[in-house]
């Protein structure tokens, strides 16, 4: 029996979308599956190029569909920028291999400063290459600098006549090699500070684009290119001064959100296939998933998975209910591009430790996974990164919360025009946040919910009167170990709406909190031991830990879920 709670190809039928939605979505399933697993593999050990499925999509305007705002759409029916099916795009790519989200991925960065800008014949250019069928890229990072915008060498030079010859080089651009329209960032050479950043569209095929190299061994194209005096005319230009930064930040926070669904089809996929190997192989007499660590690392792996999709579930919701009085998605989104991914990693992990050396044989999904899983934590912006920026926003989500109307699932066929209207990437300190406590009230019965609202409230205490002093304030070490307590505040409370809403199982969630729970006591711990950590700050992280409330009866019923997925789906050959 198909577990409802992950994808899986054989049963999937989006019926929660408008019937061509719905119809892209399962054409592109079908593709993967009438094309197979041979192929799939072939195609990733030979780094062979996405020609065959940019022609598919292409042919059925899939990108046009899903990645034209409607302000673009030109009277084309349908075509929308809907968060809540590019998710689930995204998780249908990722579950059949990353080069193919990774392509389309690329493309929504490309598109960002376009759709964000005021040049409505770039918008239509834009438009029309999508509808052709071709793939963007995003110009910002370089080699020396990387994504240090402030320190681009991407220069313009005015060239007499209102326009610029652009020189310079780009470092890790996805797509470069293809791309009908790059959106490049750069700095005029006769203008200094801010106000003299600009963001141009380029054409790949242009003789002044000099494509450098493909600097990573993968069917991605990840290019290293340099511009030669490339004409920019004035109507080529996107952005300029202080708006040329902000829609390169704000671009930032539209596609990172999309690392999560990615990360949540990867695990899913390898889920099936770890799955089916540990129950039908025998070790010593016994099937391997009769050993007590094996149902273990499994289950585990299964209920954080699960954590993953409700979370990210959940944030498609606040990023499509944003607007300029509402901005928690700016919490919720780095927490999907740090928290979720790292999860997909440990999943993977997980798994690996039961299937062993089956997890490097040439014929699985899951040798492609175990590579492919590690590079989303460390793509639009690091672990680390997105660590600092979520503790901008830990004192006034947990101490100082205020009323907002409540946020509906958010399945409907609208466009989500504030994402390319988000404003000035500034002020995050003034971003507030309804109370957390009312998701986890909702379930006080269940035990390690229980447990884990205890861990919770000890956080609030610890910000509220022994947080970091200046001096901790400047140690990053320390910082980022309190941002991991935090995130698994927010983790929980987005993982509990999003159970209230689907009705999850009572089983999932308490085995799911349970993780939770050690989770949060090994960062506790890990807290107590940072060097800077105050003798107060020590005794509150040994207060901290919690064991998890046990229940053998609700474990094996978990079980039975996880042990219910061998054999479930195992890709066309």
Known sequence: MADSLLFNPRTYDPAHFDP?????LRATVDWFEERGKRKLLEDYRTRAWLADFLAFAAKEGLFATFLTPASAAAGHEGRRWDTARIAALNEILGFYGLDYWYAWQVTILGLGPVWQSDNAAARARAAELLTQGEVFAFGLSERTHGADIYSTDMLLEP????????????YYIGNGNAAGLVSVFGRRTDVEGPDGYVFFAADSRH?????????????????????????????????????????????????????????????????????????????????????????????????????????????????????????????????????????????IDLMWDVIAAKGFEKDTYFANAAVEIRGLPKLEGTVHVNLALILKFMRNHLLEPVEYPAVPTRLDAADDDFLFRQGPARGLGSVRFHDWRPAFDAYAEVPNVARFREQADALCEFVATIAPDEAQSRDLDFLLSVGQLFAL???????????????????????LFSVLVRDFSGHAVELHGKDSATGAQQAWALGAVRRPVVDEARAARVWERVEALSGAYEMAP
Do not use: W
């Open 20 to 24: 061509e939605t719905r119809r892209l």
């Open 207 to 347: 003789p002044a684009y000099g494509l450098v190299q493909n600097v990573v061994d993968s069917s991605k194209y990840v290019s290293e290119f340099r511009l030669e005096r490339y004409p920019v005319a004035a109507e080529d230009v996107l952005h300029t001064g202080r708006a040329a930064f902000d829609a390169a930040l704000n671009t930032v926070n539209v596609g990172k959100f999309n690392l999560c669904t990615a990360s949540i089809g990867i695990c899913e996929h390898a889920m099936y296939e770890a799955v089916t190997h540990a129950r039908n192989r025998v070790l010593y007499g016994r099937p391997v998933t009769a050993f007590p660590h094996v149902r273990r690392e499994l289950a585990d792996a299964y209920v954080r998975l699960v954590g993953m999709k409700l979370f990210s579930d959940r944030a498609v919701d606040y990023f499509r209910s944003a607007g300029p009085e509402d901005r928690r998605y700016l919490l919720f989104n780095p927490m999907t591009k740090m928290k979720v991914t790292t999860e997909g990693e440990k999943v």
């Open 159 to 170: 060239d007499g006549d209102g326009g610029f010859l652009a020189t310079g080089s780009k």
């Open 489 to 511: 505040v927010v983790h929980g409370q987005l993982i509990l709406e999003q159970a209230r809403l689907t009705d999850l199982d009572r089983d999932v969630l308490d085995e």
